[in-house]
Structure formats: structure tokens, C-alpha cells
Nanobody, 118 residues
């Protein structure tokens, strides 16, 4: 079964950290670029990080640059989003997808909720 699934969301206080996982099954995630997206209440979905499928640097949205880091574990067929120094504005539903352009992604997960609040 082909599936992409996010996990690791939750509630955290401002300044805290969370690490999201994006696990793939039924296909090799390494063959695709991976986009991390988020959608905050009342706002449109936005791309926050794009990891290329081949060697190269991951790009980040300015608002998360320096605070969020994408990494991958090829053996586990999983990509991670390490989020540090979280702010209330980071509260959103976070998704991963097999492209950095949502409309052409073949697969995407159902999302992981992140709530940053004191």
C-alpha cells in the first residue's frame, strides 16, 4: 500500500521544539523531492521547506529559516522536520508531500497538528 504519513505533532510552549516525521511506505521516498507544507487556521497552505531528490541544499521559507531543519534517513524511508524556537505563529497543520509544488505531488499525508501556545 502506497502511503505517506506524518507524525510527531503536538502542543508545545513558545520557544520549544518538536520533530515531525514523514514516513513513506510502498515507494522509495529518496526518488522524490520532499516538500513540507503547513496550513494555519484561516490561511492558505504554504511551502516551508523543499528537500531536493538529488544532492543539493534544502530551501526554507524565510520565516522558518534558521529554526527549522529538514533531514532524512534513507534506511527508514523517512524525512524529518526538526522545529526549534517555535512561535505561536507556527501553529498549523503540517504536511509532507512528494513534490514542492502541492498541485503536482503524487502523494501527501493527512497532516500533523502543531500547536504553539503558553
Amino acid at each position: 500500500q502506497v502511503q505517506l504519513e506524518e507524525s510527531g505533532g503536538g502542543w508545545v510552549q513558545p520557544g520549544g521544539s518538536l520533530k515531525l516525521s514523514c514516513g513513506a511506505s510502498g515507494f522509495i521516498l529518496d526518488y522524490y523531492q520532499v516538500g513540507w507544507f503547513r496550513q494555519a487556521p484561516g490561511k492558505e497552505r504554504e511551502l516551508i521547506a523543499c528537500m531536493p531528490s538529488i544532492e543539493g541544499d534544502t530551501s526554507y521559507k524565510d520565516s522558518v529559516k534558521g529554526r527549522f531543519t529538514v533531514s532524512k534517513d534513507t534506511a527508514k524511508n523517512t524525512v524529518y522536520l526538526q522545529m526549534s524556537n517555535l512561535e505561536p505563529e507556527d501553529t498549523a497543520l503540517y504536511y509532507c508531500a512528494t513534490d514542492c509544488l502541492w498541485s503536482v505531488a503524487l502523494w501527501w499525508g493527512r497532516g500533523a497538528q502543531v500547536i504553539v501556545s503558553s
